[in-house]
């Protein structure tokens, strides 16, 4: 909760109740699906301020702009070295490799998002992938859903096995002082077999049912991927951005910079690259191109959004429910790891799991005494690191990827709706939940 900061809500009204009401009422439209999550978003965020449940000054506080830095700088990159052709070429090259088969195309997503969620982090790596899904299905002539959808669960699982990968991650590793390695060590085992079994789910559900014709399947294979190259300085170009930019989010402890600043940095230096040797006039167009294709349905929800969540944490909601879980385990570190893991997976499914974590992260250290002190607590972290990444799967606003794919899809005119969504992933959820526990209780309690 903030400290220099007191909502006085209109007409004396109790800001915890305020902001909850605002906050459900917001996700009661986004399921609704009848106007669009901006809107709504940006509304409830007017709504928030306007009431005096938060100033402007604080409500400005609650924006991550390191996550709209990152989202927007990654989405110019992609707009501009799109263009080159790099990603249908990558798309042929990819169906090719499985045979043109939408059984093997669906597990290779999977596994190519899984592993670069871990080394990358889920959001961007779901922005680069996902344009390349499209180009596949688009090819074959098949239903993008299933994929993307598929991408969107592999990138939250991936992103969870290591320290860089889910900013809750990050929050927690920095907090309690887990390493890299740690992440790796104790949480990378259970991640690979959930995705194992989330990739033989989906198998299940679709995999198996989805068909490409003969035709094809044989016009994929025989397509020269080379020849979609329309672009061959502007794709090098690219290349080395991207690579820089994945080095530098790699590495951005070391260089002691913010994913925003150097995805922003690399999306400048290409811009510059795209342009300098175009007259002024052309330069224009293609900056104002590359800007339009930016997923600002996206990026708006997640400020209005934003706003909304950090009023919720302002009244002290956040706050009063974990006072609730450090009560009710009392010294049982078991029972704390179940309750732990299951509250942040519910929590994660319908609200952001930043501020979130950011409340956890106090509670549990207070917790230490009861437990024998820090060193004891360490299966605390994982079950909320577990939870909290796992529990973003449940459903469409869970996560950031989710809706950075969501948005990719509905510019492109498919339907990626909140319902339709979570009727998929919130049992696929509980099932990797489930695992969790069996994994935590049979490791650590």
């Known amino acids: 909760m903030t400290d220099h900061f007191t909502p006085q809500v209109i007409f004396g009204l109790d800001p915890m109740w305020f902001t909850t009401v605002v906050l459900c009422v917001t996700y009661a439209i986004i399921v609704w699906d009848r106007v669009d999550r901006a809107i709504i978003a940006l509304v409830a965020a007017g709504i928030i301020v306007l009431s005096g449940a938060l100033d402007q000054a604080e409500a400005l506080k609650g924006i991550d702009w390191n996550t709209i830095g990152t989202?927007?700088?990654?989405?110019?990159?992609?707009?501009?070295?799109?263009r080159s052709g790099v990603f249908q070429y990558a798309a042929i090259r990819s169906a090719q490799v499985a045979r043109a088969h939408p059984a093997a195309l669906l597990l290779l997503v999977q596994l190519v998002t899984f592993f670069v969620s871990a080394i990358l982090n889920n959001v961007s790596t779901v922005?680069?992938?996902?344009?390349?899904?499209?180009?596949?299905?688009?090819?074959?002539?098949?239903?993008?859903?299933?994929?993307?959808?598929a991408e969107v669960l592999a990138s939250n699982i991936g992103g969870t096995a290591t320290l860089i990968?889910?900013?809750?991650?990050?929050?927690?590793?920095?907090?309690?002082?887990?390493?890299?390695?740690?992440?790796?060590?104790?949480?990378a085992p259970i991640v690979v077999a959930i995705q194992a079994v989330q990739a033989l789910m989906l198998h299940l559900i679709w995999g198996r049912a989805t068909h490409a014709t003969v035709e094809n399947r044989l016009r994929v294979m025989t397509m020269d991927a080379r020849a979609v190259i329309v672009d061959l300085p502007l794709l090098l170009q690219s290349i080395a951005v991207l690579f820089v930019v994945i080095v530098g989010l790699i590495f951005e402890d070391q260089l002691h910079l913010e994913p925003a600043t150097i995805s922003m940095g690399g999306a400048a230096v290409l811009m510059l690259l795209d342009n300098w040797e175009?007259?002024?006039?052309?330069q224009t167009d293609n900056v104002t191109r590359t800007l339009t294709d930016v997923e600002w349905?996206?990026?708006?929800?997640?400020?209005?959004?934003?706003?909304?969540?950090?009023?919720v944490e302002v009244s002290g909601?956040?706050?009063?429910?974990?006072?609730?879980?450090?009560?009710?385990?009392?010294?049982?570190?078991?029972?704390?790891?179940?309750?732990?893991?299951?509250?942040?997976?519910?929590?994660?499914?319908?609200?952001?799991?930043?501020?979130?974590?950011?409340?956890?992260?106090?509670?549990?250290?207070?917790?230490?005494p009861a437990y024998g002190g820090a060193e004891h607590i360490a299966p605390l972290w994982w079950c909320l690191s577990l939870g909290a990444c796992?529990?973003?799967?449940?459903?469409?606003?869970?996560?950031?990827?989710?809706?950075?794919?969501?948005?990719?899809?509905?510019?492109?005119?498919?339907?990626?709706?909140?319902?339709?969504?979570?009727?998929?992933?919130?049992?696929?959820?509980?099932?990797?939940?489930?695992?969790?526990?069996?994994?935590?209780?049979?490791?650590?309690?």
């Open 71 to 82: 989202l927007a700088g990654l989405m110019i990159i992609t707009s501009i070295a799109q």
């Open 127 to 149: 922005l680069l992938v996902a344009p390349v899904t499209l180009a596949i299905t688009r090819e074959l002539q098949i239903a993008p859903f299933p994929f993307l959808f």
């Open 165 to 187: 990968g889910d900013p809750p991650n990050i929050m927690i590793g920095s907090q309690a002082g887990l390493s890299f390695n740690s992440f790796l060590i104790q949480l």
């Open 278 to 282: 175009h007259p002024r006039e052309k």
């Open 297 to 311: 349905v996206t990026i708006f929800f997640f400020v209005g959004l934003f706003i909304v969540v950090h009023a």
């Open 317 to 368: 909601l956040l706050q009063l429910l974990a006072a609730k879980l450090a009560a009710v385990t009392g010294n049982n570190i078991a029972l704390g790891g179940v309750i732990i893991l299951w509250m942040s997976a519910l929590l994660a499914a319908i609200v952001d799991n930043i501020p979130f974590v950011a409340v956890m992260i106090p509670v549990i250290k207070s917790m230490a």
């Open 390 to 445: 796992l529990g973003g799967n449940g459903t469409l606003i869970g996560a950031t990827a989710n809706l950075t794919v969501a948005g990719v899809a509905e510019r492109n005119g498919i339907a990626f709706g909140f319902v339709k969504y979570t009727l998929y992933a919130l049992p696929m959820m509980i099932v990797s939940i489930l695992i969790c526990q069996l994994y935590v209780w049979l490791r650590y309690f």
